[in-house]
């Protein structure tokens, strides 16, 4: 069963950077994607940024030129960098993985089509 773990969230304020990393471990498809979502008090899960194998990168309209999606394929870990970040950022931030993946193909980054997910971590930004 394929684990992971999020970590890096925090309280930061207006303008500030964090940076999310997650790791997976017992996971080993070579064609995947990985991507980081997040879900806002009282609002649905969303798609942040994602990235494959091929190391393709999509992000959501909202965080481009912000936030930037890295992996270290070496140790099975995405990286979200985020700067100047918003109030509206403020989230629980999720990682998530599937198998047979591309991100630019259409729903490649529909929640639903994921099927294993870490626990998340908070971000909180304030004004």
């Known amino acids: 069963q394929p684990q992971l773990a999020e970590s890096g969230g925090g309280s930061v304020q207006s303008g500030g950077s964090l940076r999310l990393s997650c790791e997976a471990s017992?996971?080993?498809?070579?064609?995947?994607?990985m991507a980081w979502f997040r879900q806002g008090p009282g609002k649905e899960r969303e798609a942040v940024a994602g990235?494959?194998?091929?190391?393709?990168?999509k992000y959501a309209e909202s965080v481009k030129g912000r936030f930037t999606i890295s992996q270290d394929k070496a140790k099975k870990t995405v990286y979200l960098q985020m700067n100047s970040l918003k109030p509206e950022d403020t989230a629980m931030y999720y990682c998530?993985?599937?198998?047979?993946?591309?991100?630019?193909?259409?729903?490649?980054?529909?929640?639903?089509?994921?099927?294993?997910w870490g626990q998340g971590t908070q971000v909180t930004v304030s004004s």
């Open positions: 017992g996971y080993d498809d070579p064609y995947y994607c």
């Open positions: 990235i494959d194998s091929g190391n393709r990168m």
């Open positions: 998530a993985v599937k198998s047979f993946c591309v991100v630019y193909r259409d729903r490649s980054m529909s929640p639903e089509t994921f099927v294993y």
